[in-house]
């Protein structure tokens, strides 16, 4: 097993690539070398499917032992996830290479939990250079509005996610692409630019109106800079942090008018290949919806002597088969999308549909037809899973119907999953409307190894954070942090931010609490529903996680011997983002319903209450004699001449 | 105010006030007693609305088909409840995840002060089951609870049937927002504490419980259910939760308006409504459920599971299922539709229940008497304590009347502050005595004397009490000597002013209490001086004192309850009542028992003191 590893400083975390077995069911001895562009640490796009059991994998070793040869040229250390089959490459290498290029697929995965997992990417390369008041103004594959935002805004690299409900790790395992709840946009810009924050504002307000979101919400009260969870993930080694911006939205509702700007910025728009399926009704009525936009600058080929842009669109979607179907359990491209398939897009160079069927080695668990002869393997998040590959633009895949329409009915409702190695959790502990606190939890359940986790909280300034308050135990015992950085927050300015480098102990909890007090706002300050609460959004934690393949190295029976004596070391580890639920915190809140009321009792209080009450303690009153008439002062005169006491 | 700045009309005006001081007094007393009870008249109410526009009438269409079998569900978890001899943890983790639910658990065990005698129990060990029921496309955020005690016996077993069958009802639905949470807590009151400690990860009563592993997000509202028949006549809802807090008055409103949709009979305090409100008998059944519920508040106990939500911001309330002889019925399936159209209208809610009342009196279902109506009364009799207050004053300003030889009496009028302060420090410490003795002193007492803990518990306290009124007259003289006139009048003074400011504290947050407190000790406090007839007043104001005051109450709910009980009977279940209260201060916070040790009874044992001044 070949992997690439770079090193990097302590807190940066050693991002490991994949090898990808390809096999051709046909042709089992053919395997091919990847010619396409290549991608170094490319954490997040390889990221596949995670969560088998141990067993399956060895099972499925040894199955596919015959037919594996093990790659070391440093061609596959880049690879993608993508496997080509032998006779496309072929083609592709005849002809020049076109500038522009364009990918599609899906990834179909029946979960454990009876759900069904669908995640599209769409991928669009072009070699151009929009930098260097290079004016880029033919558009072919890439679309034009992202395009002109790249060269006039300067990005470098540009993540935006929405995403509507919570990925549940427990259930469902890793997903591919991780994402929280809400909207998060993370952009790295050129070092050229000299005004990072304004460009960012500006940046916000038009990506606003591209995804018709409310990304214009993004300002200097929820941004951040962190200095090591967000890397950048393509070419370029850019690690100065302040030409970095993060936010995430957490309110953010993601609905149609979401998916219609993201589907108008695919070539083929949603007319023909996998975008048919895109039909917002039914994505809609899912458990789980995310769609996201990554830009980055990726390599050409293996050398990297040329760059070019890259584009993926990916939208992920859980469906519910407890809700759709009526205690069957069947699936099918039909019930799922209300569509079927009966082209690929004409300008993509490759269109796949892959279905997972790691679990289903045998076809005990489930069925699936129409069958395919083409299967595929690959090594994504420590896991080793099976792949069925339909080839969209093989005509043969549609059959004499014309049309595609996958089908999997279950047989049995069997199978356990592997509990996902990391998993976190947080919440709100505490009552009244005072002070809380903050807990982080974070589970590794590893059964013999440590790994280090960063762990990125961005907090809103009206949660003033008691950072002395900070403790991190795991087990019982106090945890110190390895690395702590921490912006503490100005109010109305900017929020709390604190990165933290945790070692998290085999098969353990660790669990990070911070105090806080709610601030009283300004009255103007609360948003229209101010007794809904206030969201502060997810925290991510980025971690190399042990492979589940090399979890597997003491389970020695089914395996060769001479694979299984060295313990496996970081080649072995994979890149995982876990993003918490977001939290629901109420502020102390004043009752809007009677402003009125408060005014004007005020008003009498301070007018007339306090001004007499003043008035009767601090003045001393004494009853005057009325002035007496002249004849009694003179009659006074006299007598105090005389010597007599006056009248 | 001018009246005041002018010294004419201000002595004229005081004079008025000192010379008709017990005449005003008396009409004042009077008069908030009245207005007291005619708050329950009808035409006095207001009659409730909806004013969550949320939840605004008709919105949402019940469609819970499967009551039979929550009844078959519920009859299932009775065998497996005879037969683990407890709550089936097992069967109900395994029947939550077969409906498509996350399942945790959470243990906890407490150890009682001193055996708690009603229920039966004294180191409690327990578990409570929870599914999380997560709503598609909802970031965990909001959550909402139903939940359903697993107590011993043929107890509440369709509850959880009916918990269960909503349970897998609401999981085929797709219009959930907020996560729902099904919980079904063992020993009622406890297991709940344990849980909504463990949710909210805080320790307020030093419980032991495992930290939960599963959450939802802050919890909007919760529903309590006790169901213990396949069919009910009428469903009760009980408001009442720990310290006398109540819901947002929307929940109640809810449950009406459902109530009156599908056509359920709907109670509370378990009277119906009735509509003869201008007939003597109407009125007065108005007046026994407005006063149920004041008694009840009062009390400042949980009055069902959903009561220790309330600590925690979240509106909640019981639903009981009631199986009386009536002719008309109620199948679990009507049930399960008002609960299902309840939670369809809660999960709309936008913001949490804010926008009704949050202090609020029931004299019915349908009609509520809101904190402005209700606080007239309580200040005409907190007026008293301030007119006597005056008086004294008054008379404390004057200057002191010459003896018949010209020489006033010179140490009257330097009363110092010791003659005050003794007296303050001495019956607060016997307070103190009151609130701590009674817990330390049990071991003892129970290798002393052949009772039982509990009697133990609930004896001292009463011993103690009954000392206390010895104690601080007799320490006084033996610390300061002789009492002087001007003495007892500024002792009575600051004892009024700390009765007023007491009462006026209590009524704000309780207001039951602190008008049940009110009628007693106001007119105690009012009439005492030391001229009066010393064993008369000895009688009256003991009679008048917290510990009488509790135990008239509990004759008068059992009354009110139309279930009057004989002397004997009355004294034994004062004595339990007397428990429960040292108990629910321990094990879930309630601040009756501290309030009425710490504070209320040395407030009376100063006028206790003045009485015998001398």
Known sequence: MAAHRCSRPVWLFILCSLSVFVIAGSHDTTVTHEQRAGVVDDPQTAAETAGQTAEQTAAEERQWEATEVREATPDDAAAEKQDTPAPETVVLQSFPQPKDDFQEELVVRPLHSGDIYASFQF???????????????????????????????????????????????????????????????????????????????????????????????????????????????????????????????????????????????????????????????????????????????????????????????????????????????????????????????????????????????????????????????????????????????????????????????????????LRPLLHAERYVAGYGLQTGEIHTLMYNYHPYRSFPVLLLDTVPWYLRLYIHTLTVTSKGKDNQPSYIHYQPSKDRVRPHLLEMLVQLPPNSVTEVTVQFERALLKWTEYTPDPNHGFYVGSSVISALVPSIVAMDTNNTRERPLFSSFFPCKEESSYFVRVYTEPLLVNLPTPDFSMPYNVICLTCTVVAVGYGSLYNLLTRSFQIEEPSPGLAKRIANVIRKMRGVPPL | ???????????????????????????????????????????????????????????????????????????????????????????????????????????????????????????????????????????????????????????????????????????????????????????????????????????????????????????????????????????????????????????????????????????????????????????????????????????????????????????????KGINSFRQYKTDTTTIGRLLEGMYRKLNNLLERLHQSYFFYLMPSLSHFVSIGYYMPAFGLLAVILLLRALDLWVQLAAPPPRTEDGVADVEQSSPGPLSVLTPLVISHLTGVALYMLPIQFQEMAVAQFPVSETEAVVLTAIAVYTSGLALPHNTNRLLSGEGTEQGWRVLKLVALLYLAVLLGCTALINFSLGFILALTLVPAAAFVTPHVPKFLSAFILVVLSPAFTLLFSVFFFQELQEMPVSFLDGWLLYLSVISQGILDHFLYGSLVYPLIALLVYPCWLLFWNILFWK
Request: charged share 20%.
């Open chain 1, 123 to 417: 991928r669009t390369q072009w070699e151009t250079d929009f930098m260097r008041g290079n004016k880029v103004s033919h558009y072919r594959l890439f679309p034009k509005s992202l395009g002109q935002v790249i060269s006039k805004f300067s990005v470098r690299e540009l993540h935006i996610s929405f995403t509507q409900g919570y990925w549940r790790t427990m259930q469902w395992g890793q997903p591919f692409l991780p994402s929280p709840p809400g909207a998060e946009l993370w952009v790295w810009f050129q070092d050229s630019v000299t005004d990072v924050d304004a460009t960012w504002k500006e940046l916000t307000n038009v990506l606003s109106g591209i995804f018709c979101a409310s990304l214009n919400f993004i300002d200097s009260t929820n941004t951040v800079q962190p200095s090591a969870s967000f890397k950048p993930l393509g070419t370029g080694n850019v690690t100065d942090h302040r030409f970095l911006r993060y936010a995430t939205l957490p309110r953010e509702i993601v609905c149609t008018e979401n998916l219609t700007p993201w589907k108008k910025l695919l070539p083929c728009g949603s007319k023909t290949g996998l975008a048919v399926l895109l039909k917002s009704e039914k994505l809609f009525h899912s458990s789980f919806h995310s769609q996201a936009v990554h830009i980055r600058p990726v390599c050409q080929d293996w050398q990297c002597k040329t760059t070019s842009w890259e584009l993926r669109q990916t939208l992920n979607v859980v469906f519910d088969l407890h809700n759709s179907g009526q205690g069957k359990r069947e699936w099918s491209l039909f019930k799922m999308f209300s569509r079927t398939l009966t082209e690929a897009c004409p300008l993509a160079s490759s269109s796949k549909i892959y279905i997972d069927i790691t679990d289903n080695p045998e076809g005990e668990q489930f069925e699936l037809s129409p069958a395919t002869s083409l299967l595929s393997q690959a090594v994504v998040l420590g896991d080793r899973r099976t792949f069925s590959v339909y080839d969209l633009t093989q005509p043969a895949t549609f059959g004499s119907v014309r049309s595609l329409n996958l089908l999997i009915r279950w047989k049995s409702n069997e199978g356990h999953m």
């Open chain 2, 1 to 319: 105010m001018g009246l005041l700045s002018d010294p004419n009309r201000r002595r004229a005006l005081i004079n008025l006030l000192t010379r008709l001081n017990a005449p005003i007094c008396v009409v004042c007393y009077i008069a908030g007693v009245t207005w007291f009870m005619g708050l329950a008249f009808e035409p006095f109410t207001l009659r409730t609305y909806m004013s969550e526009n949320a939840m605004g009438s008709t919105m949402v269409e019940e469609r819970f088909p499967s009551g039979e079998r929550a009844v078959a569900t519920g009859r299932e978890f009775a065998a497996h409840k005879k037969k683990v001899g407890g709550m089936p943890v097992e069967w109900l983790v395994k029947t939550m995840q077969a409906r498509g639910m996350e399942v945790y658990t959470q243990r906890f065990s407490r150890t009682l002060p001193f055996p708690d005698e009603d229920k039966e129990r004294y180191l409690v060990k327990g578990t409570n089951v929870y599914g999380i029921l997560r709503a598609p496309r909802a970031p965990r955020t909001e959550a909402l609870v139903l939940s359903a005690p697993c107590t011993p016996g043929d107890n509440n077993n369709q509850a959880v049937g009916l918990l269960l069958g909503l349970a897998q009802y609401f999981r085929n639905q797709v219009y959930w927002a907020k996560d729902i949470i099904f919980l079904v807590n063992e020993h009622d009151l406890i297991g709940m504490q344990a849980w909504l400690e463990g949710y909210h990860h805080t320790n307020t009563t030093g419980m032991d419980w495992s930290p939960l592993q599963g959450r939802g997000g802050s919890i909007q509202a919760a529903l309590t259910l006790e169901l213990s028949s396949d069919v009910v006549t009428s469903l009760d809802l009980v408001l009442e939760g720990l310290n006398g807090q109540l819901p947002n008055l929307d929940l109640a409103n809810l449950f009406y308006a459902f109530c009156q949709k599908i056509g359920v009979l709907c109670t509370i305090q378990g009277k119906l409504q009735r509509n003869d409100w201008d007939s003597v008998s109407g009125y007065s059944h108005a007046v026994q459920t407005m006063m149920l519920m004041v008694m009840k508040q009062a009390s400042g106990r949980p009055w069902g599971d959903h009561g220790l939500f309330l600590r925690y911001h979240i509106e909640a309330a019981t639903i």
